[in-house]
Protein backbone atom coordinates (compact mmCIF):
# COMPACT_ATOMS: atom_id res chain seq x y z
CA UNK A 1 0.00 0.00 0.00
CA UNK A 2 2.60 2.45 0.95
CA UNK A 3 4.61 1.71 -2.56
CA UNK A 4 1.51 2.26 -4.43
CA UNK A 5 0.46 5.83 -2.48
CA UNK A 6 4.34 6.67 -3.33
CA UNK A 7 4.09 5.52 -6.87
CA UNK A 8 0.53 8.28 -7.04
CA UNK A 9 2.13 10.76 -5.16
CA UNK A 10 5.43 10.88 -8.03
CA UNK A 11 2.75 10.79 -10.66
CA UNK A 12 1.00 13.64 -9.39
CA UNK A 13 4.12 15.84 -8.90
CA UNK A 14 5.17 14.53 -12.68
CA UNK A 15 1.82 15.66 -13.91
CA UNK A 16 2.24 19.14 -11.97
CA UNK A 17 4.84 19.63 -13.72
CA UNK A 18 4.29 18.89 -17.40
CA UNK A 19 1.04 21.60 -17.07
CA UNK A 20 3.93 23.90 -16.80
CA UNK A 21 5.37 22.77 -19.34
CA UNK A 22 8.80 20.93 -17.58
CA UNK A 23 9.95 17.91 -16.29
CA UNK A 24 11.89 16.37 -13.53
CA UNK A 25 15.09 16.50 -14.84
CA UNK A 26 14.24 20.09 -16.16
CA UNK A 27 14.11 18.85 -19.79
CA UNK A 28 11.24 20.17 -21.92
CA UNK A 29 8.51 17.30 -23.07
CA UNK A 30 10.19 17.28 -26.42
CA UNK A 31 14.00 17.09 -25.32
CA UNK A 32 16.38 14.48 -25.09
CA UNK A 33 18.81 13.78 -22.52
CA UNK A 34 22.37 14.18 -23.49
CA UNK A 35 23.43 12.25 -25.95
CA UNK A 36 27.11 10.58 -25.97
CA UNK A 37 29.06 8.12 -28.16
CA UNK A 38 32.39 6.73 -27.86
CA UNK A 39 33.47 4.30 -30.44
CA UNK A 40 36.16 1.52 -30.40
CA UNK A 41 35.62 0.62 -26.87
CA UNK A 42 36.13 -3.24 -26.95
CA UNK A 43 39.75 -4.04 -29.03
CA UNK A 44 39.28 -7.68 -29.61
CA UNK A 45 35.73 -6.72 -31.69
CA UNK A 46 34.96 -6.19 -35.17
CA UNK A 47 33.16 -2.78 -33.49
CA UNK A 48 32.02 -1.27 -30.61
CA UNK A 49 30.32 1.69 -29.26
CA UNK A 50 29.91 2.86 -25.70
CA UNK A 51 26.46 5.24 -25.26
CA UNK A 52 25.73 7.12 -22.86
CA UNK A 53 21.81 8.87 -23.02
CA UNK A 54 21.44 10.92 -19.33
CA UNK A 55 22.66 8.36 -17.02
CA UNK A 56 21.49 5.20 -19.27
CA UNK A 57 24.66 3.76 -20.52
CA UNK A 58 25.27 0.55 -22.90
CA UNK A 59 28.20 -0.92 -23.84
CA UNK A 60 27.85 -2.98 -28.09
CA UNK A 61 30.14 -5.11 -29.61
CA UNK A 62 29.95 -6.64 -33.03
CA UNK A 63 31.29 -9.92 -34.17
CA UNK A 64 31.57 -10.44 -37.53
CA UNK A 65 32.05 -14.43 -39.12
CA UNK A 66 31.27 -16.93 -41.85
CA UNK A 67 27.86 -18.41 -41.14
CA UNK A 68 25.42 -20.45 -42.56
CA UNK A 69 22.55 -18.13 -44.32
CA UNK A 70 18.59 -18.28 -42.97
CA UNK A 71 17.24 -21.79 -44.79
CA UNK A 72 14.31 -18.89 -46.31
CA UNK A 73 17.01 -16.17 -47.27
CA UNK A 74 20.11 -17.55 -48.68
CA UNK A 75 20.92 -14.57 -50.70
CA UNK A 76 21.38 -12.89 -47.40
CA UNK A 77 23.46 -12.36 -44.88
CA UNK A 78 23.03 -12.34 -41.39
CA UNK A 79 22.07 -10.01 -38.54
CA UNK A 80 21.16 -10.95 -34.72
CA UNK A 81 20.76 -8.54 -31.79
CA UNK A 82 20.92 -9.52 -28.83
CA UNK A 83 20.69 -7.69 -25.26
CA UNK A 84 21.13 -7.92 -21.60
CA UNK A 85 20.99 -5.75 -18.65
CA UNK A 86 23.42 -6.73 -16.26
CA UNK A 87 22.76 -7.09 -12.40
CA UNK A 88 24.77 -3.87 -11.74
CA UNK A 89 22.76 -1.68 -14.03
CA UNK A 90 19.77 -1.93 -11.86
CA UNK A 91 18.92 -3.65 -8.03
CA UNK A 92 15.69 -4.95 -9.29
CA UNK A 93 17.81 -7.11 -12.21
CA UNK A 94 18.89 -10.86 -11.30
CA UNK A 95 21.26 -13.00 -13.44
CA UNK A 96 19.88 -15.87 -15.43
CA UNK A 97 17.60 -16.22 -19.19
CA UNK A 98 16.48 -13.02 -20.19
CA UNK A 99 12.62 -12.05 -19.38
CA UNK A 100 10.07 -10.98 -21.57
CA UNK A 101 11.26 -6.97 -21.10
CA UNK A 102 15.11 -7.82 -22.21
CA UNK A 103 13.60 -10.18 -25.25
CA UNK A 104 11.49 -7.00 -26.31
CA UNK A 105 14.62 -4.57 -26.28
CA UNK A 106 16.51 -6.93 -28.58
CA UNK A 107 13.92 -7.40 -31.24
CA UNK A 108 12.92 -3.52 -31.19
CA UNK A 109 16.50 -2.62 -32.14
CA UNK A 110 17.05 -5.62 -34.39
CA UNK A 111 13.96 -4.35 -36.09
CA UNK A 112 15.41 -0.86 -36.54
CA UNK A 113 17.97 -1.70 -38.32
CA UNK A 114 16.48 -4.42 -40.51
CA UNK A 115 13.80 -2.82 -41.79
CA UNK A 116 15.16 0.51 -42.63
CA UNK A 117 18.07 -2.24 -44.56
CA UNK A 118 20.60 -0.27 -42.86
CA UNK A 119 23.20 -2.86 -43.96
CA UNK A 120 23.08 -4.47 -48.35
CA UNK A 121 22.81 -8.31 -46.84
CA UNK A 122 22.76 -9.24 -49.80
CA UNK A 123 26.73 -7.94 -50.43
CA UNK A 124 27.30 -10.62 -47.58
CA UNK A 125 26.46 -13.80 -49.90
CA UNK A 126 29.69 -15.68 -49.94
CA UNK A 127 28.39 -18.58 -52.23
CA UNK A 128 24.00 -18.40 -52.14
CA UNK A 129 22.23 -20.57 -50.18
CA UNK A 130 25.51 -21.91 -48.63
CA UNK A 131 27.42 -19.88 -47.05
CA UNK A 132 27.35 -16.09 -46.31
CA UNK A 133 29.00 -13.41 -43.69
CA UNK A 134 26.73 -12.96 -40.36
CA UNK A 135 27.00 -10.17 -37.87
CA UNK A 136 25.88 -10.46 -34.69
CA UNK A 137 25.23 -7.22 -32.39
CA UNK A 138 25.41 -7.66 -28.30
CA UNK A 139 24.44 -5.10 -26.19
CA UNK A 140 25.02 -4.93 -22.91
CA UNK A 141 23.20 -2.35 -20.38
CA UNK A 142 25.58 -1.74 -17.84
CA UNK A 143 23.23 1.33 -16.07
CA UNK A 144 19.49 1.53 -16.44
CA UNK A 145 17.94 5.03 -16.09
CA UNK A 146 15.38 4.85 -18.36
CA UNK A 147 14.33 4.38 -22.46
CA UNK A 148 16.63 1.50 -22.93
CA UNK A 149 14.94 0.80 -26.83
CA UNK A 150 17.06 4.01 -27.94
CA UNK A 151 20.44 3.92 -25.99
CA UNK A 152 20.86 0.40 -27.32
CA UNK A 153 19.64 0.87 -30.66
CA UNK A 154 22.30 4.30 -30.81
CA UNK A 155 24.78 2.27 -29.30
CA UNK A 156 24.59 -0.56 -32.45
CA UNK A 157 24.53 1.54 -34.72
CA UNK A 158 27.02 3.06 -33.90
CA UNK A 159 28.90 0.20 -33.48
CA UNK A 160 28.01 -0.98 -37.01
CA UNK A 161 29.62 2.25 -38.46
CA UNK A 162 32.52 1.60 -36.37
CA UNK A 163 33.19 -1.95 -38.07
CA UNK A 164 36.04 -3.49 -40.18
CA UNK A 165 34.54 -6.51 -41.88
CA UNK A 166 37.36 -9.32 -42.56
CA UNK A 167 37.26 -10.70 -46.18
CA UNK A 168 36.83 -14.17 -46.87
CA UNK A 169 37.60 -16.52 -50.01
CA UNK A 170 35.83 -19.37 -50.72
CA UNK A 171 38.18 -22.19 -51.26
CA UNK A 172 36.96 -25.96 -51.91
CA UNK A 173 33.65 -24.21 -50.98
CA UNK A 174 34.86 -23.24 -47.69
CA UNK A 175 35.32 -19.62 -46.92
CA UNK A 176 39.21 -18.96 -45.75
CA UNK A 177 39.68 -15.76 -44.30
CA UNK A 178 42.24 -13.38 -46.27
CA UNK A 179 44.16 -11.44 -44.17
CA UNK A 180 45.31 -8.15 -43.22
CA UNK A 181 42.30 -7.31 -45.71
CA UNK A 182 39.20 -5.57 -44.51
CA UNK A 183 36.15 -3.06 -45.79
CA UNK A 184 33.45 -1.10 -44.31
CA UNK A 185 30.11 -2.55 -43.75
CA UNK A 186 27.82 -2.01 -46.54
CA UNK A 187 25.61 -0.02 -45.21
CA UNK A 188 22.74 1.67 -46.93
CA UNK A 189 20.91 4.00 -44.14
CA UNK A 190 21.10 5.26 -40.89
CA UNK A 191 18.21 4.10 -38.75
CA UNK A 192 17.24 6.36 -35.75
CA UNK A 193 14.72 5.44 -33.00
CA UNK A 194 13.08 7.87 -31.07
CA UNK A 195 10.88 6.64 -27.94
CA UNK A 196 7.90 8.65 -26.27
CA UNK A 197 5.74 7.88 -23.62
CA UNK A 198 2.50 9.07 -22.63
CA UNK A 199 1.79 10.33 -19.05
CA UNK A 200 -2.14 11.79 -18.91
CA UNK A 201 -2.69 13.86 -22.00
CA UNK A 202 0.88 14.60 -22.41
CA UNK A 203 3.89 13.48 -25.04
CA UNK A 204 7.82 13.43 -23.25
CA UNK A 205 10.75 12.55 -25.33
CA UNK A 206 13.34 9.84 -23.67
CA UNK A 207 11.48 9.01 -20.93
CA UNK A 208 13.61 8.43 -17.74
CA UNK A 209 13.00 5.10 -14.98
CA UNK A 210 10.63 7.45 -12.79
CA UNK A 211 8.37 8.29 -16.06
CA UNK A 212 8.87 4.73 -17.31
CA UNK A 213 6.88 3.71 -13.88
CA UNK A 214 4.27 6.13 -14.49
CA UNK A 215 3.68 5.86 -18.10
CA UNK A 216 0.39 5.16 -19.53
CA UNK A 217 1.59 4.22 -22.72
CA UNK A 218 5.07 4.03 -24.82
CA UNK A 219 5.75 3.99 -28.23
CA UNK A 220 8.99 3.61 -30.24
CA UNK A 221 9.47 4.95 -33.85
CA UNK A 222 12.58 4.51 -36.25
CA UNK A 223 13.39 6.19 -39.24
CA UNK A 224 15.78 6.04 -42.08
CA UNK A 225 18.10 8.83 -43.45
CA UNK A 226 15.20 9.53 -46.30
CA UNK A 227 12.62 10.36 -43.19
CA UNK A 228 10.20 7.28 -43.87
CA UNK A 229 9.12 5.65 -40.92
CA UNK A 230 10.10 1.63 -41.00
CA UNK A 231 8.99 0.46 -37.98
CA UNK A 232 7.23 0.63 -34.60
CA UNK A 233 7.00 -0.10 -31.56
CA UNK A 234 3.71 -0.08 -28.68
CA UNK A 235 4.55 -0.99 -25.19
CA UNK A 236 2.51 -0.30 -22.10
CA UNK A 237 -1.63 -0.50 -21.18
CA UNK A 238 -2.97 2.28 -22.24
CA UNK A 239 -2.91 3.36 -25.94
CA UNK A 240 -2.26 6.38 -28.23
CA UNK A 241 -5.08 8.48 -30.21
CA UNK A 242 -4.79 9.15 -34.00
CA UNK A 243 -3.69 12.87 -32.92
CA UNK A 244 -1.41 11.87 -30.87
CA UNK A 245 -0.11 9.45 -33.00
CA UNK A 246 0.29 12.07 -36.06
CA UNK A 247 2.47 14.44 -33.05
CA UNK A 248 4.80 11.34 -32.02
CA UNK A 249 5.56 10.73 -35.78
CA UNK A 250 6.37 14.37 -36.10
CA UNK A 251 8.52 14.59 -33.26
CA UNK A 252 10.27 11.25 -34.26
CA UNK A 253 11.41 12.67 -37.20
CA UNK A 254 12.36 15.87 -35.76
CA UNK A 255 14.57 14.53 -33.21
CA UNK A 256 15.77 11.54 -35.97
CA UNK A 257 17.04 14.44 -37.99
CA UNK A 258 19.80 16.00 -34.60
CA UNK A 259 20.37 12.15 -34.11
CA UNK A 260 21.50 11.18 -37.09
CA UNK A 261 23.67 13.97 -37.46
CA UNK A 262 25.74 12.35 -34.69
CA UNK A 263 25.92 9.44 -36.57
CA UNK A 264 27.19 10.72 -39.99
CA UNK A 265 30.11 11.86 -37.59
CA UNK A 266 31.18 8.54 -37.18
CA UNK A 267 31.18 7.64 -41.13
Same mark, same amino acid.
Given at each position: ????????????? $??????????????????????? *??????????????????????????????????????????? *???????????????????????????????????????????QLV?????????????????????????????????????????KYE????? @?????????? @??????????? !??????????????????? !???????????????????????????????????? $?????????????????
Open positions: MESVILDQLKRNK $ILDLLQQGKRLDGRSLDEQRPLI *IETGVIPKANGSARVKLGNTEVITGVKIQPDKPFPDLGDKGIL *ICTAEILPLADPLVEPGPPNEEVIELARVVDRGIRETEMIDLHLIENKSVVGIFIDSSVIDSAGNLFDACSYASVSAILSCTVPIKDEA @PVLVEGVTSK @PPVKTLPVSVT !MARIGDYIIVDPTKEEEAC !MDARITITTNSAGNICALQKGGSDGFSVDQLLKCSE $IALSVGTKIRKKFEQLM
